[in-house]
């Protein structure tokens, strides 16, 4: 089987570790259950762009499981877990192209490999596979049934292609179903991003400033998890609902040319470019900690960072401690790329468990749809996205009430008021 990974001998580990996560992911394990027995996906060839983790590894087992021919690359150079690359080839025959420190080339090599195979769906975090099948790759469009998009800034960048009329087949939005937001984004950034952090560091958190820079889905739940390791947490925003929504959740607002000066760790979780500049880093106390848990490595600004430094070394794995001209020190984490998944192992599977089935299903809705669907992004259809939450629930243990039929007649009539 043609493959890249860092070393085959790291298979053991990694099955352990995969069948660790499989065992918090209920929902995933119900989908798959349905997958052997239906092989929905037979014959469909689908190639994934996803962070290499044991959550990632579980979905791909479940899609070959549903009859699919999987090759899964990285959606990120830094995220890939050896170890569970190895497992997947060794121990479940899914070709793998990812090694955790690529550089670009190889990074965007292995993407390349995977659209080799000529796949029918497409499974993006970030778009970069659509995004070279739009540009480079375009031969292979018509082959492509549809893709599937896990992350807010991916969608993003769909809906503009979309908005452009460029876009050349469906798009599930997976990030746009509640039970991904809600959860994978909130919880799931929240704890894999302060894991990271201080997994990175160790240092403490209590009694520190804490500087959010953004308060989407993921900068709410860095923010909910840094207060509760006993942060005072500051919130920089762009967006005045969100700034507003921040300050009466209880943070300071403020802007980032103030924060930056009182901040001992700072997080950018925007989805946007360059929003801690060189004019922020040169006010920062010595010591400082940056790190960003956004998509792309984009939104610190490390060329600017660098101008204003005569050294930088590595201090810790994951630190690089930048000694600026002025004499402070500012440690950069995990190359300013996705801390949760550079120093860390990315969201816990249990959140991970809907945002896949999600993916899954995802796919066995465009392989049922085939041909109908137009070139747009589509949100994961409602049933769907309830039947998830309804498997999660049961698998929690936790009941819910039903509507009455006098609730039910209550809810479709307008006469009843006052
Ligand atoms: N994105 C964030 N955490 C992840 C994980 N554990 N697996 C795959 N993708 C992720």
Same mark, same amino acid.
């Given at each position: 089987m043609n493959h890249h990974i860092k070393d085959i001998a790291l298979s053991a580990k990694g099955k352990k570790r995969i069948e660790w996560a499989e065992l918090d992911m209920p929902v995933l394990r119900q989908v798959k259950d349905n997958f052997s027995k239906k092989k929905p996906l037979k014959g469909v060839k689908i190639a994934a762009c996803l962070h290499v983790t044991t959550e990632t590894a579980n979905l791909a087992i479940t899609l070959k499981?549903?009859?699919?021919?999987?090759?899964?690359?990285?959606?990120?150079?830094?995220?890939?877990?050896?170890?569970?690359?190895?497992?997947?080839?060794? $121990?479940? *025959?899914?070709?793998?192209?990812?090694?955790?420190?690529?550089?670009?080339?190889? +990074?965007?090599?292995?993407?390349?490999?995977?659209?080799?195979?000529?796949?029918?769906?497409?499974? /993006? $975090?970030?778009?970069?596979?659509?995004?070279?099948?739009?540009?480079?790759?375009?031969?292979l469009i018509d082959g492509i049934i549809g893709s599937t998009e896990e992350t807010t800034t991916g969608v993003i960048r769909l809906k503009s292609l979309a908005a452009?009329?460029?876009?050349?087949?469906?798009?599930?939005?997976?990030? $746009?179903?509640?039970?991904?937001?809600?959860?994978?984004?909130?919880?799931?950034?929240?704890?894999?991003?302060?894991?990271?952090?201080?997994?990175?560091?160790?240092?403490?958190?209590?009694?520190?400033?804490?500087?959010?820079?953004? +308060?989407?889905?993921?900068?709410?739940?860095?923010?909910?998890?840094?207060?509760?390791?006993?942060?005072?947490?500051?919130?920089?925003?762009?967006?005045?609902?969100?700034?507003?929504?921040?300050?009466?959740?209880?943070?300071?607002?403020?802007?980032?040319?103030?924060?930056?000066?009182?901040? $001992?760790?700072?997080?950018?979780?925007?989805?946007?470019?360059?929003?801690?500049?060189?004019?922020?880093?040169? *006010?920062?106390?010595?010591?400082?900690?940056?790190?960003?848990?956004?998509?792309?490595?984009?939104?610190? /600004?490390?060329?600017?960072?660098?101008a204003a430094s005569k050294r930088v070394r590595e201090a810790r794995e994951f630190v690089e401690e930048y000694e600026l001209k002025n004499g402070r020190k500012v440690c950069v984490l995990g190359e300013g790329r996705l801390v949760n998944l550079a120093a860390a192992e990315g969201h816990p599977a249990s959140v991970m468990d809907m945002s896949f089935a999600n993916q899954a299903l995802g796919g066995d809705f465009l392989v049922k749809k085939g041909g109908t669907l137009s070139n747009m992004v589509y949100t994961v259809p409602e049933e769907i996205d309830k039947e998830i939450a309804r498997l999660k629930l049961a698998a929690l243990g936790v009941k819910i009430d039903t509507l009455t039929k006098e609730q039910k007649k209550y809810l479709a009539s307008w006469e009843m008021g006052t």
């Amino acid at each position: 089987m043609n493959h890249h990974i860092k070393d085959i001998a790291l298979s053991a580990k990694g099955k352990k570790r995969i069948e660790w996560a499989e065992l918090d992911m209920p929902v995933l394990r119900q989908v798959k259950d349905n997958f052997s027995k239906k092989k929905p996906l037979k014959g469909v060839k689908i190639a994934a762009c996803l962070h290499v983790t044991t959550e990632t590894a579980n979905l791909a087992i479940t899609l070959k499981e549903g009859g699919a021919d999987v090759t899964l690359c990285a959606s990120n150079p830094l995220s890939t877990q050896d170890d569970v690359a190895a497992s997947l080839v060794k $121990d479940f *025959k899914i070709p793998v192209f990812a090694i955790k420190g690529e550089d670009n080339k190889t +990074y965007y090599s292995h993407l390349n490999a995977t659209l080799d195979k000529k796949p029918n769906i497409t499974m /993006d $975090d970030g778009a970069d596979l659509v995004s070279v099948l739009h540009s480079e790759r375009t031969n292979l469009i018509d082959g492509i049934i549809g893709s599937t998009e896990e992350t807010t800034t991916g969608v993003i960048r769909l809906k503009s292609l979309a908005a452009a009329k460029l876009l050349k087949f469906p798009v599930i939005a997976v990030n $746009d179903a509640s039970t991904k937001h809600f959860f994978d984004n909130r919880y799931g950034t929240g704890q894999s991003t302060l894991d990271g952090m201080l997994r990175a560091t160790n240092r403490l958190l209590a009694g520190s400033n804490f500087v959010v820079c953004g +308060y989407g889905w993921c900068g709410k739940g860095v923010a909910m998890r840094a207060r509760g390791m006993g942060s005072n947490v500051i919130v920089t925003e762009i967006d005045p609902l969100k700034a507003l929504e921040a300050v009466m959740d209880g943070f300071r607002v403020m802007p980032i040319a103030e924060a930056a000066s009182i901040g $001992d760790f700072f997080c950018t979780v925007t989805g946007n470019l360059n929003v801690i500049r060189k004019e922020h880093f040169i *006010k920062m106390r010595d010591g400082a900690i940056v790190a960003n848990s956004g998509h792309f490595n984009v939104e610190l /600004d490390l060329v600017g960072l660098k101008a204003a430094s005569k050294r930088v070394r590595e201090a810790r794995e994951f630190v690089e401690e930048y000694e600026l001209k002025n004499g402070r020190k500012v440690c950069v984490l995990g190359e300013g790329r996705l801390v949760n998944l550079a120093a860390a192992e990315g969201h816990p599977a249990s959140v991970m468990d809907m945002s896949f089935a999600n993916q899954a299903l995802g796919g066995d809705f465009l392989v049922k749809k085939g041909g109908t669907l137009s070139n747009m992004v589509y949100t994961v259809p409602e049933e769907i996205d309830k039947e998830i939450a309804r498997l999660k629930l049961a698998a929690l243990g936790v009941k819910i009430d039903t509507l009455t039929k006098e609730q039910k007649k209550y809810l479709a009539s307008w006469e009843m008021g006052t």
